[in-house]
């Protein structure tokens, strides 16, 4: 998970200016006149570490610096460059889904200085497809396809949008919510050649014995996902019961998918209103007839979308938080 930013100067003049901005945007200021400072070695520590990068210098030298480090727009950190006058604020890289042309405009507000934005999009005031996504919580497994959306954009042609969930608003010029669309708005993994944004927006209730193993998890979920047709970029959090929330493989399984489980005890469950799948050999070892669905369902305070899955001594459910999008940014 990126946090914060780290913030890099190489003159007296820029320094001054990086402290200002490191005391009004927060994150971590480098010292380069220090002994033993190396550029590659503090990039290549903050650039997967990082939301975002700020040079204050040149813009070659924040070029090079970041170079070998490049992977894809959806999971490069927001770099920026400014000149040690803070008069003009560069976003050279994840302008839209890492923020950089947002982050860039509040650093020149914090200047004076003007940002100078690149962004086709932007310029012509064209909606911007990853950026909306980003601002809605929709990851986009494949940003390669996100330019042949953009480019039809930009033509003034209309691009088509399906979507299961509302959307607060007007539709921008020339986008159009049909089924079929360009665009598709699902967690579900159904053959799809355009351009694909996936909610996160569902909770994994599980339930394992005791002693599980991450690696056992994990296949059973690469199974459950599968089997289902569940997209996993799609699911934000997991949940069971107070029983398994010391299983250093159920907790292993969690924090390698960054999901920040939630455990609730049996009465909590068994209190559920619901069509859940009854189980007598759960009950008894847990106290309460189900686990996977019932803590699902009570994690996001939503609808079962996913009954339960078993396979070697692990189950799984899928609930799913209520959603409405919104098309402003």
């Not at 002994?35 to 939301?51: I, K, M, V």
């Not at 909590?268 to 799948?277: A, K, P, W």
Request: hydrophobic content about 45%; some cysteine.
């Amino acid at each position: 998970m990126r946090e914060g930013f780290a913030i890099v100067a190489f003159t007296a003049r820029g320094r001054a200016l990086a402290e200002t901005l490191c005391a009004a945007l927060g994150g971590t200021l480098a010292q380069p006149d220090g002994e033993g400072f190396s550029l590659a070695d503090w990039t290549a520590e903050n650039f997967p570490a990082r939301q975002a990068l700020i040079f204050v210098g040149a813009a070659g030298i924040a070029v090079r610096a970041v170079a070998p480090h490049l992977k894809s727009k959806a999971e490069d950190p927001a770099v920026l460059c400014v000149d040690e006058y803070g008069r003009h604020v560069i976003p050279l890289l994840s302008g839209h889904l890492g923020g950089a042309n947002a982050l860039a405009r509040r650093v020149a507000c914090l200047t004076g200085g003007e940002a100078v934005i690149t962004t086709a999009t932007d310029l012509n005031g064209v909606f911007a497809v990853d950026l909306w996504a980003a601002r809605q919580g929709l990851v986009i497994p494949e940003p390669e396809k996100i330019k042949s959306v953009s480019a039809k954009l930009l033509r003034g042609e209309t691009v088509t949008l399906s979507c299961p969930y509302s959307i607060r608003g007007a539709a921008p010029e020339h986008l159009v919510l049909a089924d079929g669309g360009e665009i598709l708005v699902s967690w579900r993994d159904v053959p799809h050649t355009g351009l694909r944004l996936v909610p996160r927006n569902l909770t994994l209730g599980v339930g394992c014995k005791k002693g599980t193993d991450a690696q056992t998890l994990e296949a059973a979920f690469v199974r459950f996902c599968r089997e289902r047709g569940v997209r996993p970029e799609a699911i934000r959090d997991a949940a069971s019961i107070d029983l398994k929330q010391n299983e250093p493989g159920l907790l292993a399984f969690c924090e390698a998918h960054a999901w920040r489980p939630a455990f609730y005890c049996a009465e909590e469950l068994r209190e559920l209103d619901g069509d859940f799948t009854a189980s007598a050999f759960v009950e008894a070892q847990t106290g309460v007839d189900n686990v996977c669905e019932r803590a699902a369902y009570l994690r996001c305070g939503g609808r079962l979308v996913e009954k339960k899955h078993a396979a070697g001594g692990v189950t799984f459910a899928l609930a799913e938080y209520p959603t409405e999008l919104d098309w402003s940014f």
